[in-house]
């Protein structure tokens, strides 16, 4: 446990009611953090989190309640009078100015001026390196934000809440876009500031950061305050059971299986990144009907240019892939889909995966729209193209359930089950899932896992790729590991070691 | 009947109508104060541009004259757009479809109802291989179509007056090409006119008589059919799909296995058979020949003002062109009814399309970083 110090009360909300026309979002919520306290708010997506800590930032006026701050009754009319009273928000999506350097957005509208009002940005440079010293916060005052990697953006964005004097930080899901090296740096910022005296409000759906990082949790569902726990007293189940609102369960439930035919068959596969550097670098894998293969390893080590390489979207330099033995490297992505029956769960879903501005019917039929089932000739068959988005959404449990629902207005977890409903539907033999889980709450992540096994179970090839060990572990029935390019290793997950794996990730012989 | 006033007022506000509207009126307000300032009298004038486009059956039909060829421009840059193109090249486009069709109208010899479908199909062809070349030009070498669709309106222009240097086409010293035959026009009653039974018609009939006196033609009733058929590619077919699909989101529409480069030609192509009509028919229909230009004429970029308008859908475009069409020809009036130069009618224009463009500008530096974040 943190140094908390219990008798001062650094933010309490009671009773906070947040209304948006007739939809309640926030649902006469309390929630008290001391100072040096670090405290988790946990809530599957809509639950309400962001608009609780938007009310309490002064971004939204609540509907009914009462904020208080120090233990003084705080009416916080915008983000000016939050600030003034030490409380700083990071955004999920960061708000800086990508061409500006990194002083030059911590000090935006909070300049300190010299004479005549030019800015002292040397004074301002010195005094973010010292701040970032002080509390483990690498980054280079000089550096352009576009240059920057995520990671360090959310440092620079943390930096700016502690020059403008923070005591008080709001996190909103600041590992969602973090890398497993990043998040423990996170961590270690985090005990950083709380040793200081500060106290953080951490809006996070990964149980186990929880568990690592925050004193006391209270957990949020469709807008009500359903509990607040010691975090040292409940277990990561118990958790996941109070945000969904029933129990869930991590471990994947599958039986054993014989492995089925070779359906894929990777040799000696060559494929250049972006910048011409060969990332997959002489790969050879197997894939058999009936099983999920995952492939364990950390950001980089070639994963997103090998499924880019399988699925006809990057070119393979050299090697071969094949299909049922007949080739697929090089071939455009229709006839890989059409033709071989490979269907993909994209790695980034909002890029790939999905068209915002595209109904969720429109989006179910984006690998099929020109076949029979969905047109007549040159023109769209509606009626079938409603009627098979309406059986899809009933039957992947997509919400909300209406089909004439632009993508861009669903949550995450349900544009992912959206995707996932549209592959599974293609009825393919190989089922290759990137990062499938990716920013997605326990219940959801559940159910993507159940849709993996499904499709194992029917005898089909799955191939797994994923930055979470753990996941790879419990989903897999082998795991491949990616290193520099090559598979270094296969195990079976039955024998799977997180320790030997992680060495093999890492480069280590095991 | 709440319920209903609900309705309007959320596509009012939510939708682009309103925005639309606004702009609209906020265009003539800014349109006013320059007046005002210049020393007009803004009621007056605006009277004189209501009385040029009301007062008489023949302005009515001039005005439609008028926005004709800026509807099917307007077509032709709002496909595109709504495709993730953005085809300046429509000015070029259009002067390749007006010069294709002289031609075709000059040396073929066609009976009627051969002849106008042979002119309006070679210039759309001829007009579509020009925006098509945009389009290939972007796929095969990564050149914004923005570039490369000026450089051709360019090139467009003078091949349009080279040909009228031609001793076979142009009538020499003129700087005109000679007049399209009788068969390749569609003009209302044009030959009828000058007869004396038409010259009868127009003298004892007010109305029809006194619209027959414009160059009435059958331009309007093609740009509404190209309307639908625009929406109709778009919005019902496959290829409209394929082609919306690219034009949001490439990255998707190339994971889905839609040939990306394949659709930006064909969007370009279509673009492009849109602008060549345009310029056909003003041929066939307005000025029966082509003249050596100076400059562009404009009729492709009062496209790209009338899709923004229309937001960028068949029957806006329509709506739009319509209201161009009015304004540039009512506005030509106020010189001589107040003495304010017609300029400020390009000033409400540029209002109007600057306050329509603001909010979509903002909406899309919004977008753009939630990609990013
Ligand atoms: N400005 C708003 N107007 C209307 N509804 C909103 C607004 N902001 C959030 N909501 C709704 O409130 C609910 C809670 O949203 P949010 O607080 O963002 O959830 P979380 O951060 O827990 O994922 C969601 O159903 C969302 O659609
Ligand atoms: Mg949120």
Redesign the pocket.
């Known amino acids: 446990m943190n140094s908390i110090d219990f008798s001062h009360k650094a933010v309490e909300m009671v009773d906070v009611v947040k209304k948006?026309?007739d939809?309640t979002?926030n649902d006469r919520i309390n929630l008290t953090v001391h100072k040096g306290e670090v405290h988790a708010l946990l809530?599957?997506?809509?639950?309400?989190?962001?608009?609780?800590m938007n009310v309490l930032y002064g971004l939204y006026q609540p509907t009914e309640g009462a904020v208080r701050i120090n233990g003084k009754p705080l009416s916080v009319k915008d983000p000016n009078v939050a600030i003034k009273n030490g409380i700083g928000m990071v955004h999920q999506h960061f708000m800086l100015v990508e061409p500006f350097t990194v002083t030059q957005n911590i000090i935006l509208g909070n300049e300190t001026t010299k004479m005549l009002g030019m800015i002292d940005i040397k004074k301002a440079e010195s005094e973010i390196a010292a701040l970032s010293e002080r509390y483990g916060l690498a980054v280079d005052p000089k550096a352009v934000i576009q240059d920057l990697s995520v990671g360090a953006q959310q440092r620079v964005e943390i930096l700016k809440t502690l020059y403008r004097g923070a005591q008080i930080l709001i996190l909103d899901e600041p590992t969602a876009v973090l890398t497993p090296q990043e998040i423990q740096e996170l961590v270690g910022i985090i005990h950083n500031l709380t040793r200081e005296g500060k106290s953080i409000i951490i809006?996070t759906h990964k149980l186990k950061e929880i568990k690592q990082v925050a004193d006391f949790c209270t957990i949020?569902r469709r807008?009500k305050h359903i509990d607040t726990v010691e975090v040292d007293q409940v277990t990561e189940e118990d958790l996941a059971s109070k945000m969904v609102g029933r129990e869930v369960s991590f471990k994947v439930e599958k039986d054993p299986q014989p492995q089925g035919d070779r359906i894929l068959e990777i040799r000696d596969l060559v494929v250049e990144d972006s910048r011409g550097i060969p990332a997959v670098n002489g790969l050879n894998l197997d894939l058999y009907k009936g099983e999920i293969l995952g492939i364990a390893g950390v950001d980089g080590n070639g994963q997103t240019e090998l499924i880019e390489a399988l699925t006809g979207l990057r070119p393979a330099k050299s090697g071969q892939a094949l299909v049922r033995e007949k080739e697929i490297t090089n071939l455009t992505p229709g006839k890989i889909i059409q033709q071989h029956g490979i269907s993909h769960i994209p790695e980034d879903r909002q890029k790939r995966g999905l068209i915002f501005e595209f109904d969720i019917a429109e989006n179910l039929i984006l690998e099929n729209y020109a076949t029979e089932a969905f047109s007549k000739g040159f023109t769209l068959d509606f009626k079938r193209i409603y009627r098979n988005a309406d059986q899809l959404i009933e039957k992947f449990d997509i919400r909300p359930q209406n089909s004439k629902l632009a993508a861009k207005a669903l949550s995450g977890g349900n544009q992912q089950k959206m995707i996932i409903a549209r592959e599974v539907a293609n009825d393919p033999d190989i089922l290759i899932a990137a990062q499938p889980t990716r920013g997605l709450d326990v219940g959801a992540i559940e159910y993507v896992h159940k849709a993996l096994v499904d499709q194992r179970n029917q005898g089909k090839a799955v191939l797994l790729i994923s930055f979470e060990l753990d996941e790879v572990i419990n989903v897999s029935d082998r795991i491949a590991v990616i290193y520099e390019g090559k598979i270094v290793g296969i195990i079976d997950a039955h024998d799977a070691d997180e320790k030997e794996i992680g060495l093999m990730m890492a480069g280590g012989t095991a | 009947m709440t319920l209903n006033r609900e309705y309007l007022k959320e596509v009012f506000l939510k939708g682009p109508l309103g925005l639309t509207v606004i702009s609209v009126v906020l265009g003539f307000v800014v349109g006013a104060v320059v007046l005002l300032i210049a020393g007009f009298n803004p009621i007056e004038a605006y009277m004189a541009i209501l009385r040029g486009i009301f007062s008489k059956p023949k302005y009515m039909s001039y005005v439609i004259i008028y926005a004709t060829p800026l509807i099917m421009t307007g077509l032709s840059v709002a496909f595109a757009l709504r495709t993730g193109l953005f085809n300046i090249g429509a000015e070029g486009q259009f002067i390749v479809g007006a010069m294709v069709a002289a031609m075709a109208g000059y040396f073929i010899h066609l009976p009627m109802l051969l002849h106008v479908p042979v002119c309006i199909l070679l210039a759309a062809s001829a007009a579509s291989v020009w925006g098509g070349l945009a389009g290939y030009i972007k796929a095969r070498f990564g050149v914004h179509e923005v570039i490369s669709t000026i450089m051709l309106n360019w090139i467009a222009l003078y091949l349009s007056n080279w040909s009228v240097t031609l001793k076979s086409f142009g009538k020499q010293g003129t700087g005109k090409s000679y007049v399209i035959q009788e068969t390749a026009r569609v003009d209302l009653f044009g030959q009828w006119k000058i007869t004396e039974a038409g010259i009868d018609f127009i003298r004892s009939h007010r109305f029809w008589g006194d619209i027959l006196k414009s160059p009435v033609n059958v331009g309007i009733i093609f740009a509404i059919i190209l309307a639908f058929v625009m929406w109709y590619i778009l919005n019902k077919t496959t290829l409209g799909y394929e082609l919306r699909a690219v034009g949001y989101n490439p990255h998707a529409a190339e994971y889905g296995g839609i040939n990306v480069n394949r659709s930006i030609i064909t969007s370009m192509v279509i673009s492009g058979a849109f602008a060549g009509t345009a310029g056909a028919l003003q041929v066939m229909g307005v000025s029966h020949r082509i003249a050596k230009l100076a400059a562009m004429e404009g009729y492709g970029f009062d496209g790209i003002a009338v899709s923004l308008i229309g937001n960028n859908t068949g029957i806006g475009s329509v709506f739009a062109g319509v209201l161009f069409g009015a304004l540039k020809y009512g506005g030509s009036k106020i010189q001589d009814a107040v003495g304010a130069p017609t300029e400020v009618i390009n000033i409400v224009v540029g209002t109007i399309i600057l306050f329509i463009a603001m909010p979509k500008l903002i909406r899309m530096i919004l977008q753009a970083r939630n990609k990013k974040g």
């Open positions: 948006f026309g939809f979002a809530g599957e997506n809509g639950a309400g989190k962001t608009t609780l809006i949020i807008g």
